[in-house]
């Protein structure tokens, strides 16, 4: 990470030059105009809030400092051990040092980066303490923000603004602690899915010349050579299994400001809450059924439907009709719909590209299948339904099912992975909340009665 920290500070002044033409110049221009119907209505399409990283257009979906997702898979770094493999995927890392960078990092030094995150894996004691004394009944996700918590007691950045710091000295802590978070998500996670389905049994081990989505599914018992209790995978299922994790993690980490896990993050990191607390706020949020929880609620759905469609997968009439019959009981068709987008989102075309790519797995997957056909229907049903302004679907619509097919089965646990990868975004911005010195966020809340007053 020294590395990062460097090419970090080599970006600073020229950003924050900008930054202060932007606060000195422009501050009161105008940008949007306010309606009573953003302020009842979420802020929907508001432009309220400062992100660098990424940015959704509604109709081409999400880019990483302007490039597209292609341009990110082609440009990005992989594992050093695959360097040779198409079918290999960008890193998660390499994500993260191009979001908060801004930089492309070179192969050699991803490789570094991959392992300091491997050396800083190993989670404390209590931590792992805590985590067993859970009931296994208690949602993967709230585990996950327990943990996350938790480790605020390692906040090197409370501890230094306990003994007092000058407030532009604040980002170098809170660099220390992102990256420290980021660097025992893999661990947390198998942690929760060991203790969670495994009666706590060790499934696997952090390799420390590996890469964080390796080690990730090591942890939770899916690679063949590090994990010590492994699903049977065979060495191309496994390889499989962990370049999907690859590409989830890298796609899921940044979706501009506004989406929920990203705004609270920021929000709660506005009151110099450290990262470890702040992030926490931000997985409260992603595990919400209308935000990140839709990846289990997608293939819960996509398994109900399977089983009442009887095998039918292929039958149009039936799948709509099952459609109907959830829109009229009022139930949301998850995986469909978006508060920006307008299109299909390209993370779901992407993860659908990842499953087609391998036909000797998925061209026989019924659940696949099924997936890529309801792609098809739900959005004319949708349409015709005529409340939701997106019919598409979204990037929850597919990555579930995938996993499922590889032996990732509890669907409860789908959106801890996201949790891990939504890290990426949300807190390279919190470093740059804190080297911009951005204020404490307050807005202004109005009651009704000056609304109806308007
Ligand atoms: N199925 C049925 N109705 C829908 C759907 C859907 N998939 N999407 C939107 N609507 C309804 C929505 O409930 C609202 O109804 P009402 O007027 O009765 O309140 C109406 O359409 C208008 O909503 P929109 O303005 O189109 O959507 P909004 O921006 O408020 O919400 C979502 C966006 C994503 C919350 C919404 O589309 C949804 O609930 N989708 C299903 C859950 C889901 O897939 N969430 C995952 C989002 C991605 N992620 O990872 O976070
Ligand atoms: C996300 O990735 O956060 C979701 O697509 C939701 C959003 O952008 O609002």
Not at 48 to 73: R, Y
Not at 105 to 131: C, G
Not at 266 to 290: F, K, R, T
Not at 420 to 439: E, F, K, N, T
């Amino acid at each position: 990470s020294s590395d990062l920290k460097a090419v970090l500070k080599t970006v600073i002044p020229k950003k924050l030059r900008l930054f202060e033409h932007v606060k000195k110049d422009l501050s009161s221009h105008q940008i949007d105009i306010q309606t009573v119907g953003s302020v009842i209505g979420g802020m929907r399409g508001n432009k309220a809030m400062f992100w660098d990283a990424s940015s959704v257009d509604p109709n081409k979906g999400v880019t990483f400092h302007g490039l597209s997702i292609e341009e990110c898979q082609d440009i990005l770094p992989k594992s050093k051990m695959e360097l040779n493999d198409p079918k290999s995927e960008l890193l998660p890392e390499s994500m993260l040092w191009f979001l908060l960078t801004g930089c492309i990092p070179s192969q050699e030094q991803i490789d570094d980066f991959s392992k300091t995150l491997a050396e800083h894996a190993q989670l404390p004691e209590y931590v792992n303490k805590v985590l067993d004394s859970l009931p296994k009944s208690l949602h993967p996700m709230t585990q996950l923000s327990i943990a996350i918590s938790l480790l605020n007691n390692e906040s090197v950045f409370a501890k230094a603004y306990e003994r007092g710091i000058p407030k532009d000295e604040a980002w170098e802590y809170v660099f220390e602690d992102v990256i420290n978070l980021i660097s025992k998500l893999p661990a947390i996670v198998g942690k929760i899915y060991s203790n969670t389905y495994y009666n706590g049994k060790e499934l696997g081990v952090i390799n420390k010349d590996k890469d964080w989505s390796y080690n990730l599914s090591s942890l939770i018992g899916f690679t063949v050579d590090d994990s010590i209790n492994h699903k049977n995978l065979s060495r191309s299922q496994s390889k499989d299994f962990v370049n999907l994790v690859r590409l989830y993690c890298a796609l899921h980490g940044d979706h501009e400001g506004g989406n929920v896990s990203a705004h609270a993050t920021h929000l709660v990191g506005s009151s110099l809450s450290d990262p470890y607390l702040s992030y926490s706020a931000g997985i409260q949020g992603l595990a919400g059924p209308l935000h990140g929880l839709a990846a289990q609620e997608v293939v819960r759905f996509i398994l109900e439907m399977k089983d009442t469609l009887d095998g039918e997968v292929d039958n149009d009439a039936k799948i709509e009709e099952y459609l109907w019959k959830r829109l009229n009981s009022k139930r949301v068709i998850p995986g469909y719909g978006h508060g920006v987008l307008r299109k299909p989102d390209p993370r779901f075309t992407a993860i659908i590209k990842f499953g087609n790519n391998r036909p000797e797995e998925f061209a026989k997957d019924r659940n696949f299948q099924l997936v890529k056909k309801l792609s098809q229907i739900a959005p004319g049903v949708l349409a015709k339904h005529g409340k939701t302004k997106n019919p598409f679907p979204n990037v929850d619509s597919s990555s579930g099912i995938l996993f499922y097919h590889y032996g990732l089965k509890e669907t409860l646990f789908f959106t801890v992975i996201f949790g891990a990868s939504r890290s990426l975004g949300p807190l390279s911005q919190l470093i740059w909340d804190r080297i911009y010195g951005l204020p404490i966020e307050r807005p202004t809340s109005m009651d009704l009665k000056t609304l109806a007053s308007l």
